[in-house]
């Protein structure tokens, strides 16, 4: 083996290892819950909490935001349907959490999965308004099964009255697991008064298990054409220039300026999106320190964010509002996608490698799909073994053409051999003589790429969509208990032992065998070999779907190959393979494919 093809095939095996440790890992599914602020279970509608002197500020971080504690005399009062059940505190006038009745914190366990839970402001609360935050107790004026109403008065001047409703789901925008806002200034005083900026609290997402690297933990915002995400990363400093001695300083918040048609903060499975009626001016994130896990004693750090707007003058006794829509619940796709005004954006399909293979535009079809196999059969891996069989169907055609002009391209073998012989100290007619050859024998030299251009942006596809698919978490299949997570059996020294990517990597393994190979030199022929180790090390610690999608595709390719290696191919006028010039078996000669002004 020469140097060059020893590089690269270290090169690829450190990228396999690169994969293997760098991919998105998930926790066991009895991972425990983090551990909750005292105050965190319900209480009835528009009943009071213990008696109390008010809400907690906690002592300002330099570089954290940190949890606020509840008021102990908060008033509780819920919003809720069969999809959620919110909880609205007088204290600042905002929603407190948000807890989700059909996704469970834990698998097996009742309990909802709760968002907001541990936050340093409540879901809409005015954040950096003087006055009127999370500290000042609101009037509750309102509370029926579909609406709350607050009110407050700052200073005998200004009355701020703030509305939450559930929406129909029956119409336009509507939703269950989405609310309508509106908060109203109205100026009591003979006298125009200035408003300051106003920021409303998108609420703190945390991460999903003590497992969960982070990489889709951020404040994203919209601006009417693309997204623009802040994550942890950005704000805690470092990063590669700390290696030369100019690392990145540590900020503790971030204020990015722009339109905001919708902010949101999310994490893996979930999100908070406020899309407001009028747009607002800068997004706010700031990093916020949790209590470790209790299961690991790994530091937990979320991610807080805000969206801010400019408030005109208010002329005497005028009023103005700040209106929109909240949408608090798991990033379903074809749920977020019905809404108008690009939300669907939170769903991050196009990040990193993904987007070089079009995930951005393939991901949303293959999640369309699988929910409408879903449909179908009842059952998520199901689903996921039927959209891949309508994705190779879609495909055959392709699939067909390239292996049989790989067949033919392997037929073609000694006639190539003959012609770089020939054509060795001149390269120009040989690649002219082989293009003749390739021609009359028709032969595309490229048609064996069409299933690798296929495959590849429906691999990456998938994987975009399945990492934030919370259709699947907790969802088991076969001996998988949730197909969001590796399907671990157990372990070995340590090392988790998962099925599905072995099987993948077989499968991947018979049908390149059973795939007819062309001469490859040994830089291809080493890359071909390692596929099978890099594709197992990128999925081993991932989502079993994507192992599962990987196992079908190849078990039904190696069944078309099967199929294809027994069809005979009458569209190859060649006969056995001959070498230009040089009688067939036959006795007659192959016409020599010489271009003109070579040697006879």
Known sequence: MDKKNTIIGASLLIAAFALFFLAPRSAPTTQPAIAQSATSSSTPAAAPVAAGNGAVTPAPSTTFATVAQDAANARITILANDYIEARLTNFGGAIRE??????PEIQGKPEPYVFNRLHEDPILALADFPGLGRDLPYELVRATSTEVVYRAVLDGKIEVTRRYALTDPTKEGGDPYRLQHETTFRNLTDATLPLPRAALSLGTATLVNAADAGIYLNVTSHDGKSQTYTDRGELEGGGIGSWFGK???????LEKPGTVVWAAVKNQFFASVYTPDQPGISTIARRIELPPFPSSGRPNIGMTG?????????????????????YVGPKEYTRIAKFAKGEDGVMQYARGISRVFLSGYVAPLENTLLNLAHKWVGNWGIAVILMTLMLKIVSLPFTIAASRSAKRM??????????????????????????ELFKAHKVNPVGGCIPILITMPLFFGFYAMLISAAELRF???????????????????????NIMPLLMGATMII??????????????????????????AFCYNFSCALALYSTINGLFSIGQQLVINRMRDDGDPATPAAVPGKPTGSGRPV???????GKR
């Not at 948000?98 to 996704?103: I, R, S």
Request: proline letters at 12%; a positive charge; zero cysteines.
């Open 98 to 103: 948000v807890a989700f009745k059909k996704y």
């Open 247 to 253: 690392p990145k300083p540590v900020r503790p918040v």
């Open 306 to 326: 805000a969206e801010r707007f400019d408030l005109p003058a208010l002329a005497p006794k005028a009023e103005a509002k700040l209106s929109g829509a909240l």
């Open 410 to 435: 392997a037929k073609l073998q000694p006639e190539l051999k003959a012609l770089r012989e020939k054509y060795k100290d001149n390269p120009q007619k040989q690649q002219q003589a082989t293009m």
């Open 475 to 497: 969802q088991p299949f076969l001996w998988a208990s949730d197909l969001s997570a590796p399907d671990t059996i157990g372990h070995l020294f340590g090392f988790p032992i």
């Open 511 to 536: 049908q390149m065998r059973l795939t007819p190979q062309p001469s490859m030199d040994n830089a291809q022929a080493m890359m071909m070999k390692f596929m099978p180790i890099v594709f197992i």
């Open 591 to 597: 016409k020599n494919v010489t271009p003109k002004g």
